[in-house]
């Protein structure tokens, strides 16, 4: 057990919609990241927040949006949804960014199937 | 941008053999991380082993040791006396080093089947 959390485990949901997958990081890491798996891509970076800002982005689309709470858990918003967002979702918690070394621990991922 | 390249896309060795996945990358910094995560059926991401391309020496860890050869950008991943819960998928992945902000780059893995 990594010490992230990310909820749902598993979503189902129709093209053309909305979802909100859910991640709350390691106790005391600031970082935040979001990671997409799938089979055509494999694995990619989408988005990283660190103590609630924007920090670096990836290969995200324009239907997806993140956002990182005070309390320092964060969200992936994807809109608009297509079948080729099927995949799983990875979140991934760091102590701080630029750290000499800052390992990333990874959670459970949340699988999403567009049907 | 980098880019991290892994050409097997699936190896298969005999229980308590020694396996070596291949990984090169392509980059124009200086200093950087690169790693080693095992991926098994579960999907959690595991990471195994970690270099800094500062460091001359290369990583070890237990029975996981890399091969890091900087000017020839290549990081290879040595397991010894393999065992059957080392089948997984393994991603070799890269991290800018310094101040700024950045994921992992990911290459597209290789599927370890250690057979009984």
């Known amino acids: 057990d990594s010490g992230v959390t990310q909820t749902p485990k598993h979503l189902i949901t129709a093209t053309g919609q909305r979802v909100t997958l859910r991640c709350s990081p390691r106790?005391?890491?600031?970082?935040v990241y979001w990671y997409q798996q799938s089979l055509d891509q494999g694995l990619q970076f989408l988005i990283q927040?660190?103590?609630?800002?924007?920090?670096a982005k990836g290969n995200i689309l324009e239907r997806f949006s993140a956002q990182q709470f005070p309390d320092l858990h964060s969200e992936l918003n994807l809109s608009s949804l297509e079948l080729g967002d099927s995949a799983l979702y990875f979140c991934?918690?760091?102590?701080?960014?630029?750290?000499?070394?800052?390992?990333?621990?990874f959670g459970p991922g949340t699988r999403l199937t567009v049907l | 941008a980098q880019t991290v390249t892994q050409s097997q896309p699936e190896m298969s060795v005999q229980e308590a053999e020694t396996v070596t996945l291949s990984c090169t990358y392509d980059?124009?910094?200086?200093?950087?991380?690169l790693f080693w995560y095992k991926q098994p059926p579960s999907r959690q991401m595991i990471l195994v082993i970690r270099?800094?391309?500062?460091?001359?020496q290369n990583a070890t860890e237990n029975r996981f040791s890399v091969n890091f050869q900087k000017a020839a950008k290549s990081f290879s991943l040595k397991i010894s006396d393999s065992q059957l819960g080392d089948t997984a998928m393994y991603f070799c992945?890269?991290?800018?080093?310094?101040?700024?902000?950045?994921?992992?780059?990911f290459g597209k893995g290789t599927h370890l089947i250690i057979q009984p």
């Open positions: 991934a918690s760091s102590v701080e960014v630029g750290a000499a070394w800052d390992e990333q621990f």
């Open positions: 106790s005391g890491d600031l970082s």
């Open positions: 927040y660190y103590n609630g800002e924007e920090r």
């Open positions: 980059t124009s910094e200086n200093n950087y991380y």
């Open positions: 270099q800094e391309a500062y460091k001359q």
């Open positions: 992945a890269f991290k800018r080093a310094g101040g700024g902000a950045d994921g992992l780059t």
